[in-house]
């Protein structure tokens, strides 16, 4: 199940429609239209507001895992602009090769902790 999949099925649970979404999370239904369509990826802020209004986790939304909860720094890291363009593929990625680049960096932030 890919994204806008996970973030249509997420608001369908919610019983809002795109256009209650939208108004909660202050922006054009077009815009939220986009997301669940594939068409637009939501920023790191909205994707946030979208993960509280829906209260679920970036993981699952971004990878569909409902068991990792990933800090929230890390997918700031990931869905910020200047450096999004290292992670271009990742929307495109199958699920296990977004794991693996979790769990990658999760070691790293670790490393660094440690040092």
């Not at 986790?57 to 971004?62: P, Q, V, W």
């Not at 290292?86 to 090769?97: G, S």
Request: charged share 35%; hydrophobic share 30%.
């Amino acid at each position: 199940m890919a994204f806008e999949d996970r973030l249509t099925e997420s608001r369908k649970i919610k019983k809002v429609t795109q256009q209650e979404a939208a108004n909660m999370l202050g922006i054009a239904r077009t815009t939220y239209a986009s997301y669940e369509q594939g068409h637009r990826q939501p920023d790191y802020d909205t994707l946030k507001k979208i993960c509280e209004l829906f209260n679920v986790t970036f993981d699952y939304l971004l990878t569909g895992n409902e068991q990792s909860n990933s800090p929230d720094e890390m997918w700031q890291k990931f869905l910020d602009p200047k450096t999004q363009i290292f992670f271009k593929d990742l929307q495109d990625a199958p699920e296990e090769k977004i794991e693996e680049l979790i769990r990658f960096w999760e070691f790293i932030q670790e490393r660094d902790r440690k040092k």
